[in-house]
């Protein structure tokens, strides 16, 4: 369920009047220190760990509509997918969407976490300063979804590009999602601020990492490029920062 402001502001000001809470939700609200729903779209190529990463940050509470790989396992060659391991791998079919909320407290931290588990953790704190709420959308990577980026992309207030490290053209990729951004501003007239990961550097260990200047020279440095990894999900936790402090900037 995604609980929108509207639906936070009822919780709130019931709670409030019922003297449930001290420092309200509603103050919160009323005080201006919170935001409309934001939506990041997440898009990459097949393969690339938009799906994992969101996992890695929220767990199961990430409930995703993913199915087995079957056209690989069915030998079908994809040039921008280099799998590991196919056998237990899946792939996001349509999208899957998650409702996400970040806490900004009073002493500077950051805290990002599921929408419901945010809301029930809220009423029993008194050290938040503000927070931002956001839709996330993680597409589905597979050539045959390529028409739901431009869905995807429309009304988005943020994106995050996902290259699989290991691949060239998963990374020439980013190229193709650059460009409906573009279009995508166009259309809107409002500028989309984008960061981009640089996934699997794990597997430089392996040889396989082309590095972050690879990224970077093939996007021609128009956006920041961060070398990430699902094994350590707190590589996230800067990146996510600098794309909220872009959102607050606009
Ligand atoms: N070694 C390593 N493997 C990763 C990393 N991120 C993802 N993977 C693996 O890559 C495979 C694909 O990951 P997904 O998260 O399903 O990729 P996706 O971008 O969601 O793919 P689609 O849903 O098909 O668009 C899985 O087997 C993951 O375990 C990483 O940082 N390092
Ligand atoms: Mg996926």
């Known amino acids: 369920m995604i609980l929108d402001i509207v639906n936070l502001y009822i919780i709130a000001e019931l709670l409030d009047y019922i003297g449930v809470i001290k420092l309200t939700v509603a103050e919160l609200l009323r005080e201006g220190k919170v935001s409309r729903l934001m939506k990041i779209t997440v898009l990459g190529t097949s393969g690339s760990g938009k799906t994992s990463f969101l996992r ?10 993913d199915v087995k790989r079957q056209d690989y396992l069915e030998g079908k060659a994809n040039l921008t997918y280099t799998p590991i391991d196919v056998e237990e791998s899946t792939t996001t079919v349509s999208m899957n969407q998650l409702g996400a909320m970040v806490i900004f407290t009073k002493s500077n931290q950051f805290e990002i976490m599921d929408i419901n588990d945010g809301v029930d953790n809220l009423l029993s704190r008194d050290d938040i300063d503000s927070f931002m ?17 431009e869905i995807c992309l429309k009304g988005s207030d943020a994106v995050i590009l996902l290259a699989d ?3 060239v053209s998963s990374i020439e990729y980013l190229n193709y999602y650059i460009e409906k951004i573009k279009h995508e501003e166009i259309r809107s007239g409002i500028q989309i601020p984008v960061i981009i990961f640089m996934n699997k550097q794990d597997l430089s260990a ?11 020279t093939a996007t021609r440095n ?7 990894t699902i094994k350590d999900p707190e590589c996230f936790q800067l990146p996510l920062r600098v794309l909220i402090n872009q959102i607050n900037d606009q």
């Open 56 to 65: 890695s940050l929220f767990g199961d509470d990430f409930v995703v509509s």
């Open 133 to 149: 709420t956001f839709s996330i959308f993680d597409t589905a990577g597979q050539e045959r979804f390529d028409f739901m980026a």
């Open 165 to 167: 490290g290991s691949n």
């Open 206 to 216: 392996k040889g396989l990492y082309l590095g972050g200047d690879f990224a970077r």
């Open 222 to 228: 128009e956006y920041e490029v961060f070398e990430t």
